[in-house]
């Protein structure tokens, strides 16, 4: 069972389950639209869909349904990924946020808690629960100072997981993971935004870039990488929280010069910096240090920053160029 299943990690982790032969149920939110772009792949094959892929309909905050399915479908493995994720728009819904992110986590862990046939439980935790952290880089033991409301949320939820553990004795995990970027990430998160500027104007589509702080630095991995050490986790004999992270810190100016390189263009000659998109605080630099996933998980990230962004820089210029061939 995944919540979180259209986005990002989560399709990439439905795939993985999939082909590791599960039978795998999400939770949706119920909108207008059916559009799960990310899921098509899987909802157009008539051996998948509706046949060991599975969706159901339950908001994070509405308890009696998603008990209810919980009854009915008796999952062995809850991955916990929904939540409102960006940091940016976190000071502008900090309540939402809290909700989602925070009670959200707890609800399903209450949940949990009660059922007679107990699920193993993993929630995607994050870096930004460290904020400005003392120490670089940070592990598992590192304290908690978050600076953000998404990190403060954050925060709230993964400490919930450890009380639930060890005072509950659930099998709960967090996968502390650092930034993750991929083709399927959202477009408002800085990597994407780059790469499909880039692609655009390349193309002679787009003229400048808008961007806020460039002064951050990440810890920038590929997705499907994280997404394979979260089922890793849950195959532990015991529960257990791990940092998941490549161990490289990279600023925004270098994600702009590996994007922009990538269609030989400097990067310089199109950004412009916009006060909209600064945030009145900053987490400066978060860099992880995953070598217990490395010793107990036999994890590591595969792919570095210039094959990341060369990656998503490709796929964001074959998806205009096929948009415009199907709308001339
Ligand atoms: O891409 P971002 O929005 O990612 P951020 O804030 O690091 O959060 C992501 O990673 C966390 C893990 O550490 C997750 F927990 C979280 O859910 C999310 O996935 O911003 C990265 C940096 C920031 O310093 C931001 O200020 O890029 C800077 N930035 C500069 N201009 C921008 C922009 N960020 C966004 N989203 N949009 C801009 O125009």
Redesign the pocket.
Known sequence: MLTGITGQDGSYLAEQLLSRDYEVHGLVRRTSTTQRVRLDKLFHDSDVYNKRLFLHYADLDDTTTIRRILLKTEPDELYHLAGQ????ASFEIPETTCQFTGMGTLKLLEIVRDLAKQPRFLHIS???IFGRPQTAPQNEETAMRPVTP?GVA?TFATNMVRLYRDSFGLFACNAI???HESERRGE????R?ITKAAAAISLGRQKKL?????D?K?DWGYAPDYTDAMWRMLQQPGPDDYILATGFAHS?RDFLDAAFKAVNLDWQDYVEQDPK?M?PS??TQ?VGDASKAKEKLGWTATTNLHELAKRMVRSDREQQQNASYLSP
């Open positions: 994720s960006h940091v940016g994050s870096s930004e998404y954050k993971c650092y930034n408002s998160f800085v990597t935004k808008k961007l806020g702080s460039l951050g990440r925004i998109y945030r900053e987490v978060l």
